[in-house]
Structure formats: structure tokens, C-alpha cells
């Protein structure tokens, strides 16, 4: 595929006013008639052909204003249908017929078929697949939709908007008719048919208007969908305390697909998503299940005004719609879960996955200005870092001035296709501050980092701090400009309390926030009566890198006191951190005891602080993954050091807290009562926490086989799993446990998906022999991408010990199933080969073998675009 630029950015000649489909669906076929209503734009060349786009299509008819074409007016090919001769200056319609084989789309992109269900999916570039069109975000049009179908096969039939019409029609055949008033464009088309079972409630939005809203489901499973209802329930909610959006159709659906490329889709009126984030029980569910069901159902539910009403002009507007979606989300969960664990939680996200992304060869701005294959910019960067420039914006205008620009946003430019430069105007036009320099986030790849350096005048009782922002030109080449970084901040005392700090001068500091816009800025506290702790980017108040370089002892006293609970988080993680990262840069002696007892003990002083919430102090207890020490080490990475040390701290912390965990993994709660609230889940992950710090102390799997047996949920019973297969692979305990978890669910492909991920896990060489056997395993399919990202995608995201073995066994192996699910699904193929984006920090034996193995894929011939465009960006 060739580059796309954003400065080549114009509008199509020809304007869209209307589409009306018919899908006629069939066993092994569908038939799809378009009818378009298209007129010439004002101005544009009489003689300028239409051209539509077209990805493996087949065309069966075309006319125009009802009258067949002429084979020399147009010119067809699977991926383009282009029409000459067109009116100058009137209105017409072409009748467009194509026919497909649903159920040789292996894809999962367009119109497929999903354990018998037909369904589709259109974002980013899905409609071509299904008709010709001007398939691009800023083409607007009302869709009425026909669906026709077999009444057994799919006595359902689901399209977007409001239900117009249903009867049925000769030969054991229906029809429905779908019709959807607001403009949308074609990504947001949809389309769903099967014997689905359903659930149904009613909604009274806050004006009171009736929204009936349906999950449906595989059969036999809507017994599963009562908590995304719930969580559905709550978004609409939420969304007209928080944000005055209320809902606008007479019906919301949502239906759960077992095939599906990613989490879900926020089409109109008609959310698809994949089943992992809809159904759930106690039984197969863990508490990071019900979370991630109740952001996924929220997310999609807040892109109805975010993405739906105000949609993209164009592709590298994405974060437009998806950091700003991300941000609600989180604001949502924040609102309904604990505000700190949340943050906390974000904050891990963002450093597992984007900082690494902004760090190495994929890195790319927020706002892309150009790509090859845009499905492959569904990333981190947009998602989860365009979702903190959205939070930055909030930061500097506090919470009631934000709200004022999300309003100017909704009311200027409802049924737009916009841009990041249309959003940011409207949070100056509300409040009429200056957001030049935050803007500039939107175009720079990397992360910044902040250097705080202090200097405390005892006589005089003034502190000096000075800020100094620098970011390096990375691989994108994007430029390095200082731009808008907010610190929240705070000056604690030694009794735990911030310290007035009225008297203060120097760089811009408004309220708890300083607001850094320059290279280098200087604040100056006085009338200090003792030397106060430090608090900075309290809240992770800006994406940047911190170097911050604080004694141990005030890390330590502000891991205890400081009133910003993320920042006793943030601090004590940092700290640990930093030690773990220099272990593994020293010599072996050293890895015996890479934490200090202080360390140690303030990680055991927040675990057992029965003052916190149990989810923040299984926070507490969360070392920094072995990916995380790679990122900070950056250079001459050996994975099995980092393991090393990371398995040294773990015993260390296990030993000195050894009566701690035992008390906490005994007080556990076992009744059967299980409640997927934030308070009980927070209390089952500190158990769990404790349960692995003490096998990891003892050696002794007794309370992991004893929890296993007795677990009354799929929380407790994979975290006694994980613990066993992780820990004593190969005694019977494990494998009698690995067993028992099978034969109980092997009926159920989301539960088989922990029994292939918990083994992909396995921390040990030899994890790479136990992948490659389980590949061949009878519930294992290339066609699932949830059944691939489970093994595959797990073994390489999280197993960094046999993922990069140094014989380059992981990589290899990796490798071979890429080349093998590229040619299903070019998507799923691409987004797992970004697990070798940090090649190069890796020390040299392992860097030449990943590079090697990178480069040998990329000589192969018929390699999709995407996995292509991934491969090349890596090497570069
Ligand atoms: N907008 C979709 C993502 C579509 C991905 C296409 N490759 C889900 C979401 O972010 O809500
Ligand atoms: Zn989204």
C-alpha cells in the first residue's frame, strides 16, 4: 500500500445524501444492492470521475438513475469502481449490486459469519469490503437498511437506528428494515443476523425519553449478560450527570461475537462486541473480567457522542474519538470504583504499553501525519496517551472550565466530522486561555521528561525548585519544542499534611498546579518553617518521564505520608523501580537482595495499613513487571537477569513480610457469597497478592492447592492456578490443578483462553516447547483472535524469559505462527509482531537474533501490508 499524508487531506468531488441497502443473506452467499443519492460538489470539474473504494469486491449490477451502465462508463476491479460521465449539477443515484462469500472471510473485517452468526465490521475500512462506497469518515448519510434472511437461520435481524418494518416473505424467509436519522459514516454501519438469544430493559433518559436496550447473545449464554446491562444502565447515567449527553435513539443494542478483532465496536445504535466483554459469571469471570466488561460497555456507550454525534474528518484524527473516549472512561470508572486504584491502574497502562511504544521504533505522535495501513494505529499512543492530553486540557482549566469546552464542543459541532484543531478551540473560545503549547503534544512522538532539581535555604526557610522539560528526537523525527506540562503538586510536612504554599514565586503556579511551558522554569517557596518533602505530578498530572532524584529517605517518608494516595503509589513503585533496575544492571551478588529492608518495609507498611482500601494495597504489593525494568534499563537487556531480580525481591519481600501474608491470605473471605463490587475485588486481590509472596517465601504450594480446591469463584481460583503453574510447574499439585481446570471448562473458549494464557506464562526456557504443543492442541484455532492473542500474544507480550531465549527458540517460534495467521488475518498478525518493537535495547546476542528473525519475515513474499508496515517500522 502506498503512504497517506495528512497535508494531502481534501474533500471527496462528490457529496453523499442518502443510502439505502438490501443485504439478502444466504447459506455460503450474501447479496448486497446499494442505492446512493450523490450529487457534484459546487465547483467541481464537470468531467472528474467518481471514484469508489472497493476491497475484494465483486460486482453484479450497476445503474444509474434506474438504467443499467454501459460496460465503457465504468471500470471495475475488486478494489476500485470508477464511473465517468456523471450529471454536472443534479442529483442521481447509482444502484450498486455486489455478492460475497461471508464465510470465507477470515478477515473479521466487513460482512463474516461467527459461529453461524452473521455480523460485520466496518472501522476503519470494513464497508469496502461490503459495497463499493466513499468509504471515509467525513461521508455523511442517512442509512435505511433491508436485511433478508432464512427465519430459522436468523430469526434476528439487527441494523443500526430504529426498527421501521418487519414481515415475513415466501420460502421460510423475513425481512426487517432498520432506518437510522442521524448522519453517520459508513465505519459506523453495522449489521447483525443469527438466532441470538436476547435480555431487554427499558430507559428513561433524564428528559424522559424510553430507550429499550437489548444484549444478545450466542444461545444458552444471556444468562451471561446481566452485568454489562448493569454497567450499560450506569454509563447512561453517568454520562448525563457528568457530561449532559443523553441518549438519542428509541433502542440500544449490543451484541456479543465470538470471532472479533479487537474489544468492541461503537456502531450506531448497535455496539458489536467481542464476547469477553459482555459475558460473565462467577464462575468463569475474574474481577479484572467485570472491570474490563464494565469500561469496554462504557466506552462504547460514551462514543455515541464521542466518535457518533461528532465524528473524525479524517484517520489521523483518531484520538479525536478515542483518547477522548478513553479519558471518559476512565473518568467513569474513576466515579464509579475508587478514584485513586483507578488512576493507578491508567498509570500502569500507560507505562506497560505506550511508553514503550513512544520509546522505540513504532513511536508516533498522537496525531499521526501519515501511515501505510491505518488499523495499525489503533495503538497505545492514541489511545491511552491521547486520552492524558485530554486529562492535561482538564488539569489546566479545573473541572468546571473543562465542562464549559465540552459543551462549546457538543453544541458547535454536533453532526461534524472534526479535528483535533476544532476540539482544542473550543476549550480556548469557552475559557479563553491559550492552549497553543498543550496543543503541541499533539503532533511530538515521545516522552518528555521532566527534571526536578531542589535546593533548600534552612536560614532563610525558602525552597527553590527548579523544572527543566527535554524531549529527544526519536525515530518519527517530529520535532522537540517545549510544550504545556502541568505538575500538581504539594509540600508535605512531617505529619502527613500539605503545607500552605501561598508564598511562592517565580514560574506560573495556579492553585496545586505548576504550569511548566517553557525549556526550564524556577518556583520559589518561602517563609518555610522546617524543609518540607517534595510531592510532584501528584495524579500523574502529565505523560512524561520523571527524574526526579530525591533522597531515599524522602521517597520513603512520602511513600508513608503523602495525602496524595496516587503519589504514596507512584513514589514507592518509583523507588522500587529505580533498585530493581540497578540490580539488574550489577553484578550476581547483588540480586540476592535487590530491595532494602526500608524498601521492603514501606511496600509491607502500605500492605498492611488496614486504614487503606485492600485495592490500593495490593497496589502497593504489585512490583514492577520484568518489561517495565527493560524499558528502564533501555540498553543491554538480559531478560534472565531482570528475572532474576525481580525473583529475588519477590522471595525477599515474601520472607520479611512472611506473617503479614499469612494473616492476610487466612482472613480472606471463602464464604460462597461472591460480589464483583470494587471493594470485595480489591479484598480477593490482596489476598491473591499475599497468596504469591507467600508461595514465593515458602516454597510451599499447600495454600495454593488449598485455595484452588475450595475456590468458590474464577478469581480465587486462578489466582491459585497461576501460582501453581507458575511456581511448581511439574509437581502434581499443578498438574492435577491444570487438569481439573480443563476437564471443568472445557465446553467454554473464554476460560480455555486463562488455561493457554496461563501456560504461555509459565516463567521458565522451556515455555516455548510447552506453546509449541499446545498450538496442536484440539481447542486451539488460528481463526479465533482471542484464542490466538491467548497463547500466542500472551507468550509473546508476557513471557519475557522464554520469549527471548537466547538461542532465539521464542523468537522463532513467534515468528512461524505470524507467517501462519497473517494469511487469515492480516490485523491479528500485525498487532502480535509489535512484541518485537524493543529489539534493540536487548543485549547484543538476543538483539542480532530478533533483528535476524525480523528481517527474515519481512523477505517473505505475500506478507500483508500490515504486518509489513510493522515489520518495517521496527527495523527502522
Ligand atoms: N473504535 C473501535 C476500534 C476499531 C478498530 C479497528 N481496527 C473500538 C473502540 O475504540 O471503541
Ligand atoms: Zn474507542
Known amino acids: 500500500g502506498q503512504t497517506i499524508k495528512l497535508e494531502d487531506y481534501r474533500a471527496t468531488d462528490f457529496v453523499l445524501h442518502s443510502v439505502a441497502m438490501t443485504i439478502r443473506l444466504f447459506e455460503g452467499r450474501a447479496d448486497i444492492h446499494t442505492t446512493l443519492e450523490l450529487e457534484r460538489r459546487k465547483g467541481v470539474d464537470a468531467a472528474a470521475p467518481l471514484v469508489l473504494d472497493g476491497d475484494e469486491l465483486t460486482l453484479t449490477g450497476l445503474a444509474l438513475n434506474g438504467t443499467p451502465l454501459e460496460g465503457e462508463r465504468y471500470d471495475a476491479s475488486p478494489q476500485r469502481l470508477e464511473i465517468t460521465g456523471l450529471p454536472s449539477d443534479e442529483r442521481f443515484t447509482l444502484d450498486i449490486e455486489t455478492t460475497l462469500v461471508p464465510e470465507n472471510n477470515t478477515k473479521l473485517m466487513g460482512l463474516y459469519r461467527s459461529n453461524g452468526i452473521w ?8 464497508f469496502r469490503r461490503i459495497t463499493y462506497f466513499l468509504d471515509r469518515p467525513d461521508v455523511l448519510a442517512r442509512y435505511e437498511v433491508r436485511i433478508e434472511a432464512d427465519r430459522s437461520a ?42 441470538l438469544d436476547s435480555i431487554h430493559e427499558q430507559f428513561t433518559t433524564a428528559s424522559g425519553k424510553p430507550v429499550s436496550l437489548g444484549i444478545y447473545t450466542e444461545r444458552g449464554r444471556a444468562t451471561q449478560a446481566g452485568y454489562a446491562m448493569d454497567a450499560l444502565k450506569r454509563s447512561m447515567v453517568w454520562d448525563e450527570r457528568r457530561f449532559g449527553r443523553e441518549y438519542d435513539l428509541d433502542v440500544f443494542n449490543i451484541v456479543a461475537i465470538a470471532d472479533f478483532n479487537m474489544g468492541a465496536m461503537e456502531n450506531k445504535g448497535l455496539n458489536v462486541f467481542n464476547h469477553k466483554y459482555v459475558l460473565l459469571d462467577p464462575e468463569t469471570a475474574t474481577d479484572v473480567d467485570y472491570a474490563g466488561v464494565e469500561t469496554v460497555i462504557a466506552h462504547e456507550y460514551f462514543h455515541n457522542w464521542t466518535g457518533n454525534r461528532i465524528t473524525c474528518r479524517d484517520w489521523f484524527q483518531l484520538c479525536l474519538k478515542e483518547g477522548l473516549t478513553v479519558y471518559r472512561d476512565q473518568e467513569f470508572s474513576a466515579d464509579e470504583r475508587s478514584a485513586t486504584v483507578q488512576r493507578i491502574s491508567s498509570v500502569r497502562r500507560l507505562k506497560a504499553h505506550q511508553f514503550p511504544e513512544d520509546q522505540g521504533p513504532l513511536q508516533h505522535p498522537v496525531r499521526p501525519t501519515e501511515y501505510r495501513e491505518i488499523n495499525n494505529f489503533y495503538t497505545a499512543t492514541v489511545y491511552d496517551k491521547g486520552a492524558e492530553l485530554v486529562r492535561m486540557i482538564e488539569t489546566i482549566l479545573g473541572r468546571d472550565r473543562f465542562r464549559r469546552g465540552m459543551d462549546l464542543y457538543f453544541d458547535r459541532h454536533d453532526g461534524d466530522a472534526a479535528t483535533v484543531e476544532d476540539f482544542i478551540a473550543c476549550f480556548e473560545a469557552a475559557t479563553g486561555e491559550d492552549l497553543s503549547r498543550l496543543a503541541l503534544w499533539y503532533g511530538q512522538a515521545g516522552t518528555p521528561t521532566v527534571t526536578v532539581t531542589e535546593d533548600y535555604d534552612a536560614a532563610a526557610g525558602r525552597l527553590t525548585v527548579g523544572f527543566k522539560q527535554t524531549l529527544r528526537q526519536g525515530t518519527a523525527g517530529t520535532g522537540t519544542a517545549p510544550v504545556h506540562i502541568p505538575i500538581r503538586f504539594g509540600l508535605v510536612g512531617p505529619n502527613g499534611q500539605d503545607i500552605d504554599t501561598a508564598s511562592v514565586h517565580g514560574a506560573n503556579v495556579a492553585g496545586d498546579v505548576i504550569h511548566l511551558t517553557e525549556p526550564e522554569a524556577r518556583v520559589v517557596f518561602e517563609n518555610l518553617s522546617e524543609r518540607p518533602y517534595l510531592s510532584v505530578l501528584r495524579d500523574f498530572s502529565a505523560p512524561v518521564a520523571l527524574d526526579h532524584p530525591q533522597s531515599e529517605a524522602d521517597r520513603l517518608a512520602l511513600a508513608r505520608l503523602d495525602p496524595n494516595l496516587f503519589n504514596r503509589w507512584r513514589i514507592l513503585n518509583d523507588l522500587v523501580g529505580a533498585a530493581l533496575t540497578t540490580a539488574s544492571r550489577a553484578p550476581s551478588p547483588e540480586i540476592q537482595a535487590p530491595l532494602t529492608p526500608e524498601i521492603i518495609d514501606a511496600i509491607l507498611g502500605s500492605a498492611g495499613d488496614e486504614s487503606l482500601e485492600a485495592a490500593f494495597r495490593a497496589q502497593a504489593l504489585a512490583l514492577p513487571g520484568e518489561a517495565e525494568i527493560a524499558r528502564m534499563l533501555a540498553e543491554n537487556v538480559d531478560p534472565d537477569t531482570v528475572h532474576a531480580v525481580v525473583e529475588a525481591a519477590r522471595r525477599g519481600v515474601g520472607k520479611r513480610g512472611a506473617a503479614l501474608f499469612a494473616r492476610l491470605h487466612a482472613d480472606r473471605e471463602t464464604g460462597s457469597q461472591f460480589s464483583p463490587d470494587a471493594e470485595s475485588a480489591g479484598s480477593r486481590a490482596l489476598a491473591s497478592a499475599a497468596l504469591g509472596y507467600l508461595a514465593a517465601a515458602t516454597g510451599d504450594f499447600g495454600p495454593a492447592a488449598d485455595q484452588y480446591a475450595a475456590a468458590g469463584n474464577m478469581t480465587d481460583r486462578l489466582a491459585a492456578l497461576t501460582v501453581l503453574v507458575h511456581r511448581f510447574p511439574d509437581t502434581p499439585a499443578s498438574t492435577s490443578a491444570l487438569d481439573d481446570f480443563y476437564a471443568r471448562f472445557k465446553h467454554d473458549g473464554l476460560v480455555i483462553d486463562k488455561w493457554f494464557a496461563i501456560q504461555a506464562t509459565i516463567p521458565s526456557p522451556g515455555a516455548v516447547e510447552i506453546v509449541a504443543g499446545l498450538a496442536s492442541h484440539a481447542m486451539f484455532s ?18 519475557q524469559l522464554a520469549f527471548h531465549r537466547a538461542d532465539g527458540a521464542g523468537y522463532r517460534w513467534v515468528a512461524e505462527r505470524l507467517v501462519e495467521i497473517d494469511r487469515l488475518n492480516p ?13 534493540r535495547s536487548l543485549e547484543p546476542v538476543r538483539r542480532d537474533k530478533a533483528s535476524a528473525t525480523l528481517r527474515q519475515l519481512l523477505e517473505l513474499k505475500d506478507l500483508s501490508t500490515d504486518l509489513r508496515d510493522i515489520l518495517g517500522r521496527s527495523l527502522r
Open 119 to 126: 455480523c460485520t465490521q466496518c472501522e476503519a475500512e470494513g
Open 782 to 799: 488460528l481463526k479465533n483472535p482471542n484464542r490466538v492473542r491467548a497463547l500466542v500474544g500472551t507468550f509473546a507480550a508476557a513471557n
Open 154 to 195: 436468523a430469526p434476528v435481524l439487527l441494523s443500526n437506528g430504529n426498527p421501521a418494518e418487519t414481515a415475513v416473505l415466501p420460502d421460510n424467509r423475513h425481512f426487517a428494515v432498520w432506518d437510522d436519522p442521524f448522519d453517520k459514516p459508513s465505519y459506523l454501519f453495522a449489521m447483525v443476523a443469527g438466532d
Open 827 to 839: 490485523q491479528v498478525s500485525a498487532r502480535i509482531a509489535t512484541t518485537f518493537r524493543s529489539w
